[in-house]
Structures are given as structure tokens and as C-alpha cells.
């Protein structure tokens, strides 16, 4: 099944659900940065959560940034989800493995740390980022990030994400949002009804791993409260728009004289992409070029 994203409401307009499935971009994310089974699942939920949230933005140009900076090993992630459906992203310490928690799953909770805090910054492309800050609630980030929407965007929301790794890689990821709008925020019968149903969840990969379809997903959950599934479905991926010559031109920041002695000594310098791992050389005819423009600049400066 390719990775996708759909939109439903239901309770005439008063409850705004979609759905991901994220399985193919949560390998490549896997693949890309060596990720180990724990950091597989803090990644592929955030990766799943950018997807998630930056689909109720508007503009082409949307996107939103996701940063979790947790006292656990992992020390930080960082995911980038654009309006497209292009995301990317990547953990600090990609090697780190962890036993399972108590329940016998991937300690995600631990690996992130339940002390820390996390970033959500959402840039409407109108050139005003808007920015909130919310401390951990167990660094299970789908609890993060539901506290999140509760307080900075007060918007009552449960979010369920899920990621199935295995010595084979990712067989399942996806994650589901369930908002209530100002429309419904006073039926108490409705709202008990979801949390009821929602709580009755064992998670969201068993049900992709019984093969079942978002629309199928959704009729589960809110079938009887007048969902309307919504035609148009999105295509996802992990994708990077990084550039040769921006991440090279980075190379300036070491300055002249660093530069200078890599190119006296012939050695070929190395840029690589936080994001996404790929590599980039500079020859010496490059970083003899660099060092020009360098030069230049500085005296423009001067």
C-alpha cells in the first residue's frame, strides 16, 4: 500500500479526522541513517506526526518543523513536513538501543526522555513562523504532541502513531488524528463516545498489519457519526531538497585559512546533509573556488 494521507469529518463538521500511512518513507528514514529499532519508532512517529499536522495548513508553501529535545540517549530529534507531502528528518544518536519497556514494546519514552521539552514551529509561508514550546509529558511523542495541540493550539485532539520494526525493517507505520471543533466542544456524549473508542485502540499498526484501509479505519472508529471521507488522498514520501553546491558553499564557515591548508595539503572536504546523510565532495578545484568567493566576500565586507 503506497503512503498516503486522507481527510474525513464526521458529527456534521464537528469532528475533523486524517489518516496516515508512512511505511515506505519510515524505512527510507531507517535505511538513510542506520537507525536502530528504537530509533526507528521515535523518528517514524514524528515523521508520522509532521505528515499528520501539516495537513490542516492551507498555503502550498506550508510546512511545519517538529524539534524534541529529551534528557534520554537519543539527545533529540528533528522532523521537517512540507504542505506536498515531502518530510524529512533524523534523530541525534541513530545507534542507540534500549530493552523493552515494561509492556514489551520499544521504550521510545525512555530513549527520548520524559524531561525536555518540545518545538513545533508552523510556517504559513507568509514569512511569519509561528512558534510554540510545550515540556514533555513521557516522551512517547504521540502524548508530547497531544498536549501540544490541548495548549497552544487549544484544540481538543488525540493523536495515535505507530511504528512495527523488525530485523526485516518497518512492516507498518501510520498515525491517525482525531480533532474536536468549537462545533462539537459542548456534546459531552460525543466526546465521551470517541474517548471511549479511542482508549479501546491497541494501537494503529496492528491495524495496517491486518490489512486494513484508512476508509476502513475510519469507519471503525467514527462510522456512525456521519463520516464523510473526503475524495482526495495525498501522496507521501521522505524527501530532502537539499543541493550540492548550498551544503558545499557551508564549507566557507571553516574560513580562509582552514581552507587554505585543505587546499595545500590536497585534501578533498566532505559535506553531508543532516536530513537525509547524503554526501557531498568538494575536490581542491572546488574549495580553490570557495576560497575566492570567500575572499571576496569578506572584503565586500571590510
Known amino acids: 500500500m503506497a503512503d498516503q494521507l486522507i481527510r474525513a469529518v464526521a458529527a456534521d463538521g464537528g469532528i475533523r479526522v486524517v489518516g496516515a500511512i508512512t511505511t515506505r518513507l519510515v524505512e527510507e528514514a531507517r535505511t538513510r541513517h542506520k537507525l536502530s529499532y528504537v530509533a526507528t519508532a521515535a523518528l517514524g512517529r514524528t515523521l508520522t506526526a509532521g505528515a499528520l499536522l ?58 527520548v526522555g520524559r524531561n525536555g521539552y518540545l518545538y513545533v514551529v508552523r510556517d504559513s509561508g507568509l514569512g511569519y513562523p509561528y512558534s510554540s514550546t510545550v515540556e514533555l509529558v513521557s516522551g512517547e511523542i504521540g ?61 494503529f499498526t496492528p491495524m495496517l498489519r491486518a490489512k486494513k484501509t484508512l476508509p476502513q479505519i475510519f469507519e471503525d472508529l467514527v462510522g456512525d457519526m456521519g463520516l464523510e471521507i473526503f475524495p482526495e488522498s495525498q501522496l507521501l514520501r521522505f524527501h530532502c531538497p537539499c543541493d550540492g553546491n548550498r551544503m558545499l558553499s557551508a564549507l566557507k564557515l571553516l574560513g580562509e585559512d582552514e581552507l587554505q591548508d585543505m587546499i595545500n595539503k590536497r585534501e578533498p572536504a566532505e559535506a553531508i546533509c543532516h536530513f537525509c546523510g547524503d554526501k557531498y565532495e568538494a575536490e ?11 575572499k571576496m566576500e569578506n572584503a565586500n565586507r571590510a
Not at 528533528?78 to 514494546?105: F, T
Not at 488524528?177 to 482508549?199: C, N, V, Y
Open 54 to 111: 501539516v495537513s490542516n495548513m492551507k498555503r502550498e508553501d506550508s510546512r511545519i518543523n517538529i524539534q524534541i529535545q529529551g534528557d534520554g540517549p537519543l539527545g533529540g530529534l528533528l522532523v521537517d513536513a512540507r504542505l506536498d507531502g515531502s518530510i524529512r528528518g533524523y534523530v541525534s544518536d541513530p545507534s542507540v538501543e534500549l530493552p523493552p519497556n515494561p509492556q514489551g514494546k520499544l521504550d521510545v519514552g525512555r530513549a
Open 143 to 203: 502524548e508530547d504532541l497531544t498536549q501540544y495541540l490541548a495548549t497552544s493550539e487549544q484544540t481538543p485532539s488525540a493523536l495515535v502513531l505507530g511504528v512495527f520494526v523488525d530485523q526485516n525493517g518497518v512492516e507498518a507505520a501510520g498515525g491517525l488524528l482525531l480533532q474536536i471543533l468549537p462545533k462539537a466542544a459542548t456534546d459531552d456524549l460525543l466526546i465521551s463516545t470517541l474517548e471511549s473508542r479511542l482508549a479501546s485502540l491497541t494501537g
Open 284 to 294: 581542491c578545484d572546488r574549495l580553490t573556488d570557495l576560497l575566492t568567493e570567500l
